[in-house]
């Protein structure tokens, strides 16, 4: 069955980085977009960025272009967020979701078949 494992979340100061990485099994990695999706309490859930795994296209939420990169290894069926520059208002769960099919359904939670059970990201002094 299909299953996606995130790692790489923790507490980081602000200005730090981290490397988000999700595994992902149980179904052909290269053929839809992928993204990561956070959550945090008391804010509404928000879209950080998707990559269509066959041609690398990528896409941020105007929030996250210039600090967030997302990358993938469709050698090791991985996912991956880097985060820099981080700030308090980024603490947040960070979760891993494929996409239903290839196309970019851009905050169109029904159009996320699968999710990952996150990763918890805490950005502080």
């Known amino acids: 069955q299909v299953q996606l494992v995130e790692s790489g979340g923790g507490v980081v100061q602000p200005g730090g980085s981290l490397r988000l990485s999700c595994a992902a099994t149980?179904?052909?990695?290269?053929?839809?977009?992928m993204y990561w999706i956070r959550r945090a309490p008391g804010k509404r859930q928000e879209y950080v960025s998707a990559i269509n795994t066959r041609t690398g296209t990528t896409y941020y939420g105007d929030s996250f272009s210039g600090r967030f990169t997302i990358s993938r290894d469709n050698t090791k069926n991985m996912l991956y967020l880097q985060m820099t520059s981080l700030a308090s208002e980024d603490t947040a769960t960070y979760f891993c979701?494929?996409?239903?099919?290839?196309?970019?359904?851009?905050?169109?939670?029904?159009?996320?078949?699968?999710w990952g059970q996150g990763t918890p990201v805490t950005v502080s002094s």
């Open positions: 149980g179904f052909t990695f290269g053929r839809n977009w």
């Open positions: 979701a494929k996409g239903r099919d290839a196309y970019l359904n851009w905050g169109r939670e029904a159009e996320i078949d699968y």
